[in-house]
Nanobody
Framework: QVQLVESGGGSVQSGGSLRLSCAIN????????MGWFRKAPEKERERVAT???????GYGDSVKGRFTISQDNVKNALYLQMNGLKPEDTAMYYC?????????????????WGQGTQVTVSS
């Protein structure tokens, strides 16, 4: 059974930084997708950053240049370093993972999700 547990959320002022962590257990696919998504009230879920088993990384346009996704295969962990936070980054952030079937990680490939961690950025 795959389990994902996020941590590291909190409240910061605009311009601040946070580092989210996701502990991933039970994911045994050789080819996989991992990523961070976020959901703000009354907004659609948004893809923040993704990383594949062969190291391909992608970012949403709204976070490019500010957020960095990384993984630690020894610790079975996924991270999201968030710098230059803005009030519009306020959302529940979710870690997600799944088997990668093609060259791109489609949202449907993310079959396992964590419970989320709240990030609040004040102006």
């Amino acid at each position: 059974q795959v389990q994902l547990v996020e941590s590291g959320g909190g409240s910061v002022q605009s311009g601040g930084s946070l580092r989210l962590s996701c502990a991933i257990n039970g994911l045994t696919y050789r080819r996989y997708c991992m990523g961070w998504f976020r959901k703000a009230p009354e907004k659609e879920r948004e893809r923040v950053a993704t990383i594949t088993s062969d190291g391909r990384i992608g970012y949403g346009d709204s976070v490019k240049g500010r957020f960095t996704i990384s993984q630690d295969n020894v610790k079975n962990a996924l991270y999201l370093q968030m710098n230059g936070l803005k009030p519009e980054d306020t959302a529940m952030y979710y870690c997600a993972a799944g088997r990668r079937w093609g060259g791109y990680c489609y949202e449907a490939d993310f079959t396992y999700w964590g419970q989320g961690t709240q990030v609040t950025v004040s102006s």
